[in-house]
């Protein structure tokens, strides 16, 4: 695989100029190509699900702006789709001819690459030599852009486009903490210690939602803190048998189950969703979330009562994170020079700047631009993690329908409905299936 390393550190933190500021965009889609002919098109549909108070929505609305002066007499076309709803819907929707020209799709093996082997994107190999988005994205950050015949992501063609980086990491409650005279925990049983003594005031410690990512989340932090990078290439390239009866993927499930037991988290989560786990936090309710650096930005513009920070997962140094979501081109898209137009927008340095001013993680910024503290912690944070070559994708990205697979296991061990060991059989059986098809 190609590996995660130092190299996108620096350009998260805005540090490796030469690199990211070698091929900006002049604007209005100047560099058409016999593969970019000009489409005619006077609407470009465009579809999301960021948030317009994250760095990210902040970002794009602002493209959507600079594109349409850019263009006159085009208009876009914005749709704001639920991330569930294009996880679930992007095979149907892109085989109809009712799907937009340029969309954000999450990467890896059992989403984007699924959809590129299925012929459902537009290969932007030539794109990105013409564009100049080979060069101005890390190798390692072109891991989630490139996908073989079988869809696995690494090698092969150009089937999407990333702009920022991402990555998990545990939010926490300043006010909380020093209540309950909590200091931030640097070791894993310093942080079992904090829930413990949360739990003892009858506070419970994370916040939590059984019904989509953050319960999957979580326990893939716990697999790895047992895990290696042999691990994660086994488990997420196929590079060697991955066995869900041993640790580390047992002692992440098993850890889980424990943390429901002991009250860590509340059987009553079970049913919630992402938004209802991220608003225990931003109303002060739960001490802490184990979740994106894409809740971020949100968290500066929402949370208003008290100060809040971020501490990388105590003890581990391999950590779920990556490029962040691709912008992919349907292959039936009807704009696709307009599509490049876009995706060339957003990643000029003055669009990259305000992601990295309102909690994301910029690709292609000018270190100048970034003046926000806040935002500094985090790419700090996120730099920690690169130190270790601690990138280790996320783990519903092996095969497709996995995400499904993770929720409704772990949902089970919310409500304690399975054991540890019936929910690893669960997955452990549709990731080998999912394995076996692929090859």
């Known amino acids: 695989m190609v590996r995660y390393s130092k190299r996108l550190g620096l350009i998260a933190a805005i540090a490796a100029l030469p690199l990211v500021l070698t091929a900006c965009s002049s604007g209005g889609g100047s560099t058409q190509t016999t593969s970019e002919a000009t489409s005619g098109a006077t609407t470009l549909k465009l579809w999301h699900y960021e948030g317009a108070d994250s760095a990210m929505g902040k970002a794009w609305n602002e493209s959507i702006k600079v594109f349409e002066t850019e263009h006159p007499g085009v208009k876009v076309e914005f749709e704001q789709k639920a991330f569930e709803q294009i996880q679930q819907t992007a095979g149907m929707v892109l085989s109809s001819d009712q799907g937009p020209d340029i969309m954000e799709y999450n990467k890896g093996n059992a989403t984007a690459g699924l959809l590129a082997s299925q012929g459902l994107l537009t290969d932007l190999t030539d794109v990105a030599k013409k564009r100049g988005w080979d060069t101005k994205l890390a190798p390692s950050l072109q891991t989630t852009a490139r996908y073989d015949d079988k869809g696995v992501m690494g090698s092969g063609n150009w089937y999407g486009v990333p702009n920022y980086g991402e990555f998990v990491t545990v939010y926490y409650n300043k006010a909380m903490f020093a209540a309950h005279n909590i200091a931030v925990p640097k070791?894993?049983?310093?942080?079992?210690?904090?829930?413990?003594?949360f739990k003892s005031a009858g506070v419970t410690p994370l916040a939590m939602a059984g019904a989509e990512y953050p319960a999957g989340q979580l326990y893939y932090e716990l697999a790895l803190s047992k895990a290696d990078r042999k691990f994660v290439d086994s488990y997420q390239m196929y590079k060697g048998k991955v066995d869900f009866?041993?640790?580390?993927?047992?002692?992440?499930a098993e850890t889980f189950d424990q943390w429901v037991k002991k009250g860590y988290i509340a059987t009553d989560s079970a049913s919630l969703k992402a938004e209802d786990a991220g608003l225990s936090f931003i109303n002060g309710t739960s001490p802490m979330l184990v979740s994106g650096s894409w809740w971020y930005g949100r968290f500066t513009t929402d949370i208003k009562g008290f100060d809040w920070g971020i501490f990388n997962f105590p003890g581990n140094k391999l950590n779920a994170g990556s490029s962040g979501n691709l912008w992919v081109v349907p292959a039936k898209s009807k704009a696709k020079d307009l599509a490049y137009d876009f995706i060339d927008i957003t990643m000029r340095p003055e669009i990259q700047a305000i992601l990295g001013n309102n909690g994301g993680l910029p690709v292609a910024a000018k270190a100048s631009d970034i003046t926000?503290?806040?935002s500094q912690e985090l790419i700090t944070a996120f730099n920690d993690v690169l130190n270790n070559d601690g990138l280790a994708f996320y783990?519903?990205?092996?095969?497709p329908g996995y995400y499904d697979v993770l929720v409704a296991g772990f949902q089970s061990l919310i409500n304690q409905s399975k054991t540890p060991q019936a929910v690893l059989t669960d997955i452990g059986k549709a990731y080998d299936d999912g394995v076996a098809n692929a090859g």
């Open 187 to 197: 070791t894993f049983d310093e942080f079992t210690a904090a829930l413990d003594t």
């Open 245 to 252: 009866q041993a640790d580390p993927l047992k002692y992440g």
């Open 372 to 374: 926000d503290p806040k």
């Open 395 to 399: 783990p519903d990205w092996p095969v």
